[in-house]
């Protein structure tokens, strides 16, 4: 059976190669990655059905008022935008090291391990990725703050997929 580092490993070596889809066999376990657009999926046998594209992550259309002068609509946007994609640059983003289950907590009934405002250090767990019945602790890489919790409890999470927003 393979280590999680090994599937870590793995998952990233078929990520950057050209290959679409690999499949590994080993003492009755059997592994099998397929990429799917950008993402790649790796599971382990059972076949584990990849996750929907959360609704938070899925950019809605905008609607334009027609009659409004094109450049009083999209100053405000672009100012926007530039707020926001430099507010998010100086943020350090968790992400996932794995495919599996995010758990905000350590049991259904306690607390959660950070929230919004929470501070935190490198040491700090954050939260649980379970993965093939495995609890995985999944720790802040950074000190800082929470700024923003990306996905919710029970849902399940890709491989390099940002679960939280911290400011260093």
Not at 1 to 13: A, D, G, S, W
């Amino acid at each position: 059976m393979l280590k999680i580092q090994e599937i870590r490993e793995l998952i990233k070596l078929v990520d950057q190669s050209s290959i679409d889809e690999f499949v590994y066999e080993n003492e009755g376990s059997k592994i099998k990655m397929k990429k799917t657009g950008t993402a790649t999926v790796a599971t382990l046998q059972p076949v584990v059905q990849a996750p929907q594209v959360p609704a938070a992550l899925q950019v809605p259309p905008v609607a334009v008022n027609e009659q409004a002068a094109p450049v009083s609509v999209q100053e405000p946007a672009q100012e926007q935008a530039n707020k926001e994609s430099v507010s998010v640059e100086n943020l350090h983003k968790i992400t996932s090291p794995m495919v599996g289950t995010f758990y905000a907590s350590p049991s259904p009934d306690a607390d959660l391990y950070v929230k919004p405002g929470s501070k935190v250090s490198k040491d700090t767990v954050v939260c649980i990725v379970e993965a093939m019945k495995l609890f995985n602790e999944i720790e802040a890489e950074v000190d800082g703050e929470i700024v923003e919790v990306l996905v919710k409890n029970g849902q399940l999470v890709e491989y390099g997929q940002p679960l939280f927003l911290v400011r260093p």
